[in-house]
């Protein structure tokens, strides 16, 4: 069941993201009309307006891929998936787990759907997923550990944080997944982090890091030509070095919960356990 919690706590963390914002916008973005060379020139040396305009076309994508690599909570975290945006929640994820293998999470709104590895399916009379409700476990310590994870992946996000850091840098001209893109770089402190949480998990995230001695957050981003982010990479102390890449923006996504019938409820199973303990 280890690997069922980890992924679980992960996948609470990607609701912190969720429910704090939406995406860029891949086919409203415009590039600059005298060609792509003076684009990636002007993102060069304007880096500040640059990532300011990549922060304008925030909340206007409908939807983006991503696949994910890195560690979080200082274990070694890989995954791919789909994210709606600008409404409620939608996503599915597949979350690579070392003892485990590749499980499915499938995120509805405050719900996670979260999938039981087959040998420990015995131990949930059989049910294949566990369900969460995210406002409810949001003030869990486990939760909060990792409820900023999924804050990482949000491309909006991860532009807000580096325009409200003040500090951004033009690393230079890099190529990711076949898109030329500008490097930008930027450091700030985790109080500016911190402001970008949903609050439910913020005061949770801010002990947490307070415990590690995190002083603060270092953030790399990769835009194209279009002003839509392809890659970031957040680095928090040791706790976190995740790196996220951005494909496949506004194509539909379907996610359905599980049925009823294969699901059960990680809520009421800790009243259980607790009804059991004090009676």
């Given at each position: 069941?280890?690997?069922?919690?980890r992924t679980a706590l992960v996948l609470l963390s990607l609701g912190a993201f969720a429910l704090a914002g939406c995406g860029p916008d891949s086919s409203k973005a415009g590039g600059n009309a005298d060609g792509k060379a003076d684009t990636l020139a002007l993102m060069r040396s304007?880096?500040?307006?640059?990532?300011?305009?990549?922060?304008?076309?925030?909340?206007?994508?409908?939807?983006?891929?991503?696949?994910?690599?890195?560690?979080?909570?200082?274990?070694?975290?890989?995954?791919?998936?789909?994210?709606?945006?600008?409404?409620?929640?939608?996503?599915?994820?597949?979350?690579?787990?070392?003892?485990?293998?590749?499980?499915?999470?499938?995120?509805?709104?405050?719900?996670?759907?979260?999938?039981?590895?087959?040998?420990?399916?015995?131990?949930?009379?059989?049910?294949?997923?566990?369900?969460?409700?995210?406002?409810?476990?949001?003030?869990?310590?486990?939760?909060?550990?990792?409820?900023?994870?999924?804050?990482?992946?949000?491309?909006?996000?991860?532009?807000?944080?580096?325009?409200?850091?003040?500090?951004?840098?033009?690393?230079?001209?890099?190529?990711?997944?076949?898109?030329?893109?500008?490097?930008?770089?930027?450091?700030?402190?985790?109080?500016?982090?911190?402001?970008?949480?949903?609050?439910?998990i913020r005061s949770q995230v801010e002990k947490t890091l307070n415990e590690k001695s995190v002083k603060e957050a270092k953030v790399d981003l990769w835009v194209d030509e279009q002003y839509n982010l392809r890659r970031s990479r957040s680095v928090l102390g040791t706790t976190t070095?995740?790196?996220?890449?951005?494909?496949?923006?506004?194509?539909?996504?379907?996610?359905?919960?599980?049925?009823?019938?294969?699901?059960?409820?990680?809520?009421?199973?800790?009243?259980?356990?607790?009804?059991?303990?004090?009676?």
């Amino acid at each position: 069941m280890r690997g069922t919690r980890r992924t679980a706590l992960v996948l609470l963390s990607l609701g912190a993201f969720a429910l704090a914002g939406c995406g860029p916008d891949s086919s409203k973005a415009g590039g600059n009309a005298d060609g792509k060379a003076d684009t990636l020139a002007l993102m060069r040396s304007d880096a500040k307006g640059s990532i300011q305009k990549a922060a304008d076309n925030s909340g206007k994508a409908t939807s983006v891929a991503l696949t994910m690599s890195g560690t979080a909570d200082g274990e070694p975290l890989k995954g791919r998936g789909v994210v709606a945006l600008g409404g409620p929640l939608k996503a599915e994820l597949v979350i690579e787990d070392a003892t485990d293998g590749p499980g499915t999470i499938r995120m509805l709104g405050t719900t996670f759907y979260v999938q039981i590895p087959a040998k420990d399916r015995a131990d949930m009379d059989g049910k294949s997923w566990m369900k969460l409700d995210l406002a409810a476990a949001s003030g869990q310590q486990a939760a909060g550990e990792v409820a900023r994870q999924l804050d990482h992946m949000n491309p909006a996000k991860q532009v807000q944080m580096l325009v409200d850091s003040g500090s951004v840098t033009a690393v230079g001209e890099e190529t990711v997944n076949g898109a030329k893109t500008i490097h930008y770089a930027g450091t700030m402190p985790v109080s500016t982090y911190l402001g970008q949480l949903d609050p439910s998990i913020r005061s949770q995230v801010e002990k947490t890091l307070n415990e590690k001695s995190v002083k603060e957050a270092k953030v790399d981003l990769w835009v194209d030509e279009q002003y839509n982010l392809r890659r970031s990479r957040s680095v928090l102390g040791t706790t976190t070095d995740l790196t996220v890449d951005y494909t496949d923006y506004n194509k539909p996504v379907t996610v359905e919960a599980p049925p009823a019938a294969e699901t059960f409820d990680f809520a009421e199973m800790m009243n259980k356990l607790k009804s059991g303990i004090t009676g």
